[in-house]
């Protein structure tokens, strides 16, 4: 049995506050390629180019989609939420006058995480996003070729989630003009 299975050590995890965990990583302790989730710091995977494809082409689709809208579209960038410190694959965030130059967001209207082999990190992301009052939370699991709709976000989770198949066109309902249809973004022999 792995260390961290055990009920007794999870419970005792010292976990950091997001003033201890930039301390950290301006220090050098932590690198930059983690997360902070819940209190524990969460080393990221590294991407693999499927994944890359599939944020680079939801990413311009939907700027393309709300270009004349006030919200901003970030990708892989930090969410300041409660104890946690997330890096969404995809946050639209009402746009700033000073495009958060001074501190990250602490809202988003939408997040997206794109999932190949963190499906279990991105459903337990969940209820951090739900805790953090995000109205709209969607998974794109590319292993099941599904996308998971997480919505009306109460306390740490949300109360409300569809699944859809890659085959079916999905509408935001945050975004009313925001309807994803992934054969018609991702290229035709992606989705085979």
């Given amino acids: 049995m792995a260390v961290l299975e055990i009920n007794s050590v999870k419970e005792s995890l010292l976990r950091l506050s997001r003033d201890k965990y930039h301390q950290m990583i301006d220090l050098g302790i ?15 995977m590294p991407k693999k180019p499927v994944h890359t ?5 939801l990413f311009w689709f939907i700027y393309r989609t709300l270009l004349k809208s006030n919200y901003k579209i970030r990708k892989e960038e930090p969410l300041v939420l409660d104890n946690s410190e997330p890096e969404p694959d995809l ?3 009402e746009a700033d006058e000073y495009d958060y130059a001074y501190g990250h967001p602490n809202f988003a209207s ?8 963190t499906i279990e990190i991105d459903r337990t992301k ?7 009052n995000i109205p709209e939370y969607w998974i794109i699991n590319l292993l099941e070729k599904t ?14 989630k569809k699944v859809f198949t890659f085959q079916e066109e999905v509408s935001s309902l ?4 925001l309807k994803v249809f992934l054969p018609e973004i991702l290229h035709p022999n992606f989705l085979v």
Avoid: H
Avoid at 53 to 57: F, I, P, R, S, W
Avoid at 174 to 177: C, P
């Fill in 30 to 44: 932590i690198t930059e390629k983690s997360e902070l989730l819940d209190g524990i710091v969460i080393q990221k």
């Fill in 53 to 57: 494809y599939v944020v680079e082409q």
């Fill in 91 to 93: 946050a639209i965030v």
């Fill in 110 to 117: 939408f997040v997206i995480e794109v999932a190949l082999t």
């Fill in 126 to 132: 969940a209820s951090i996003y739900a805790k953090g």
């Fill in 147 to 160: 996308i998971e709709v997480y919505t009306s976000p109460i306390g740490n989770q949300y109360s409300s």
């Fill in 174 to 177: 945050q975004f009313a003009e």
